[in-house]
Nanobody, 120 residues
Framework: QVQLVESGGGLVLPGGSLRLSCAASGSIFTIVDMGWYRQAPGKQRELVATVTRDGSTRTANSVQGRFTISRDNAKNTVYLQMNSLKPEDTGVYYC??????????????WGQGTQVTVSS
């Protein structure tokens, strides 16, 4: 079994910054890819950014230049540095990891979600 634990959400003023973290623990052989998604009230969940094991990243156009995804393979952790936050960035942020178990079976796991609110 694998658990993902997120942290770092909160309330921030427009223009402010937050850093989200998501750490995986449990029966992990390797983590293939990691990503962050978000869901605003009344909207579908959308991709924010992803990073592969070799460090290749993909970022949504809406956050490009403001958000940076990174990972620490030794800690099984993914980060999302969010700068110049806007009210439209408000939502619940979820991490997702594609994990190979020791049986070499790929399973996608989701974190529990962390609330980010950008408001004055």
């Amino acid at each position: 079994q694998v658990q993902l634990v997120e942290s770092g959400g909160g309330l921030v003023l427009p223009g402010g910054s937050l850093r989200l973290s998501c750490a995986a623990s449990g029966s992990i052989f390797t983590i293939v890819d990691m990503g962050w998604y978000r869901q605003a009230p009344g909207k579908q969940r959308e991709l924010v950014a992803t990073v592969t094991r070799d460090g290749s990243t993909r970022t949504a156009n809406s956050v490009q230049g403001r958000f940076t995804i990174s990972r620490d393979n030794a800690k099984n952790t993914v980060y999302l540095q969010m700068n110049s936050l806007k009210p439209e960035d408000t939502g619940v942020y979820y991490c997702k990891m594609g994990i190979l178990t020791f049986g070499l079976r790929r399973i996608d796991y989701w974190g529990q979600g962390t609330q980010v609110t950008v408001s004055s």
